[in-house]
């Protein structure tokens, strides 16, 4: 089976750690997003994964070869010249994705962190026999979303609903689709949308089913979505009994911490963190709801909430870093000072405070 991953554009919504490093290539719970997605797909049977991209294709061939060899799957690009939007991608890498087997393909977008049910996902989509499945979510505001509305029993998509002012239906689109070859036919290759243009027509020959994902999902492109995310992700590895999840006096709910991170007497880690490879958190730390990513120092009584902290930054002693601020690669806050949601650009020092959410440059 293959795969073709939506990778697409310049990540912008993620500075600025994507300044660094391409989106995908981003750790989420110390591990890059498009891993996640990888072996997910590896585990199912995919022998080929196609990511289509439109920025730095070299930077990410690069840091997947090794992967290629380690969980023997072959990764190639499909290269854009101008952003072919949600479908286009799907007719530019057609050569790829159609073989004689003739079996159906899965296509992500990029930013989906799930439970990835793959192999679900294919018992439904040959047991309906129709021609395209798509997974979706329920959520609480369906009006911020394309809702998908769908005959229950079947699965069987009737129509979709962009931003509905009434309630229709709390289901929208998870950007997780398995996909016949014959859909390839219905797409140009030009800048177009799966979502509005080819899913209604499948839709309205009545070949569209949708499944109801299990367990959590979250679209992770942005920081305050990023930060759910990993709170969702480290509670379903929780519910499974997990052993990754650190444990002892320090700390509190779930946690991850890398097996060469150092963390120091009387810190207090916990919940939903996430402390990367070869970082130190020096004595009485205080980390709740944040990622700490590989290379970073915690200085003494420092306290982190709602935060990322991007690689080989330095939090001062007494620092406080709180409400979403993000931190790009080689940050160094000093000693005693307060970040209330600061967006700071790689290789900066900061001196004195950021007291309301700002961009420093």
Same mark, same amino acid.
């Not at 920025?55 to 799957?73: A, C, D, H, R, S």
């Not at 930054?313 to 600061?342: F, K, P």
């Given at each position: 089976m293959k795969a073709l991953i939506l990778v697409g554009g310049f990540g912008t919504r993620l500075r600025p750690l994507t300044l660094s490093v391409p989106k995908?290539?981003?750790?989420?719970?110390?591990?890059?997003?498009?891993?996640?997605?990888?072996?997910?797909?590896?585990?199912?049977?995919?022998?080929?994964?196609v990511l289509a991209i439109n920025y730095q294709p070299e930077v990410m061939l690069n840091f997947l070869k090794e992967f290629e060899t380690k969980l023997g799957i072959t990764i190639t690009c499909s290269q854009e010249t101008e952003p072919l939007g949600t479908a286009?991608?799907?007719?530019?890498?057609?050569?790829?994705?159609?073989?004689?087997?003739g079996e159906p393909f899965?296509?992500?977008?990029?930013?989906?962190?799930?439970?990835?049910p793959f192999k679900e996902?294919?018992?439904?989509? $040959?047991?309906?026999?129709?021609?395209?499945?798509?997974?979706?979510?329920?959520?609480?505001?369906?009006?911020?979303?394309g809702v998908v509305v769908m005959e229950e029993s079947t699965g069987q998509v009737d129509k979709f609903v962009e931003k509905p002012k009434l309630f229709v239906g709390n289901k929208i689109n998870a950007g997780i689709y398995l996909l016949n070859?014959?859909?390839?036919?219905?797409?140009?290759?030009?800048?177009?949308?799966?979502?509005? *243009?080819?899913?209604p027509k499948i839709a309205a020959e009545k070949k569209l089913y949708a499944m109801v994902l299990p367990g959590f999902w979250m679209d992770i492109g942005q920081p305050r979505d990023y930060i759910t995310g990993l709170r969702l992700y480290l509670d379903s590895l929780r519910k499974k009994a997990s052993p990754k999840l650190a444990t002892g006096p320090n700390?509190?709910?779930?946690?991850?911490?890398?097996?060469?991170?150092?963390?120091? *007497?009387?810190?207090?880690?916990?919940?939903?963190?996430?402390?990367?490879?070869?970082?130190?958190?020096?004595?009485?730390?205080?980390?709740?709801?944040?990622?700490v990513m590989r290379g970073?120092? %915690? $200085?003494k009584h420092a306290c982190i909430s709602s935060s990322i902290i991007g690689w080989h930054s330095t939090v001062g002693q007494w620092a406080r870093v709180e409400n979403m601020?993000?931190?790009?690669?080689?940050?160094?806050?000093?000693?005693?000072?307060?970040?209330?949601?600061?967006?700071?650009?790689?290789? $900066?020092? %900061?001196?004195?405070?950021?007291? $309301?959410?700002?961009?420093?440059?």
């Amino acid at each position: 089976m293959k795969a073709l991953i939506l990778v697409g554009g310049f990540g912008t919504r993620l500075r600025p750690l994507t300044l660094s490093v391409p989106k995908p290539l981003v750790e989420f719970a110390n591990k890059p997003m498009i891993l996640h997605q990888i072996e997910a797909l590896k585990a199912v049977g995919v022998t080929e994964v196609v990511l289509a991209i439109n920025y730095q294709p070299e930077v990410m061939l690069n840091f997947l070869k090794e992967f290629e060899t380690k969980l023997g799957i072959t990764i190639t690009c499909s290269q854009e010249t101008e952003p072919l939007g949600t479908a286009g991608p799907l007719a530019l890498a057609r050569d790829k994705l159609v073989d004689e087997s003739g079996e159906p393909f899965f296509v992500l977008n990029s930013d989906v962190i799930s439970e990835y049910p793959f192999k679900e996902m294919i018992e439904f989509h $040959k047991a309906h026999g129709g021609e395209a499945s798509i997974m979706v979510t329920k959520v609480d505001e369906p009006s911020k979303y394309g809702v998908v509305v769908m005959e229950e029993s079947t699965g069987q998509v009737d129509k979709f609903v962009e931003k509905p002012k009434l309630f229709v239906g709390n289901k929208i689109n998870a950007g997780i689709y398995l996909l016949n070859s014959s859909v390839l036919d219905r797409i140009e290759l030009r800048p177009t949308s799966i979502e509005k *243009e080819v899913f209604p027509k499948i839709a309205a020959e009545k070949k569209l089913y949708a499944m109801v994902l299990p367990g959590f999902w979250m679209d992770i492109g942005q920081p305050r979505d990023y930060i759910t995310g990993l709170r969702l992700y480290l509670d379903s590895l929780r519910k499974k009994a997990s052993p990754k999840l650190a444990t002892g006096p320090n700390v509190v709910g779930n946690v991850l911490v890398h097996e060469t991170a150092k963390i120091g *007497e009387g810190c207090l880690i916990g919940p939903d963190v996430a402390i990367g490879p070869g970082c130190v958190v020096e004595s009485g730390v205080r980390l709740s709801r944040c990622t700490v990513m590989r290379g970073v120092r %915690i $200085k003494k009584h420092a306290c982190i909430s709602s935060s990322i902290i991007g690689w080989h930054s330095t939090v001062g002693q007494w620092a406080r870093v709180e409400n979403m601020t993000i931190l790009g690669e080689d940050v160094h806050v000093c000693d005693e000072i307060y970040s209330n949601g600061g967006v700071v650009l790689p290789h $900066k020092e %900061i001196k004195s405070s950021i007291l $309301k959410p700002e961009i420093v440059m």
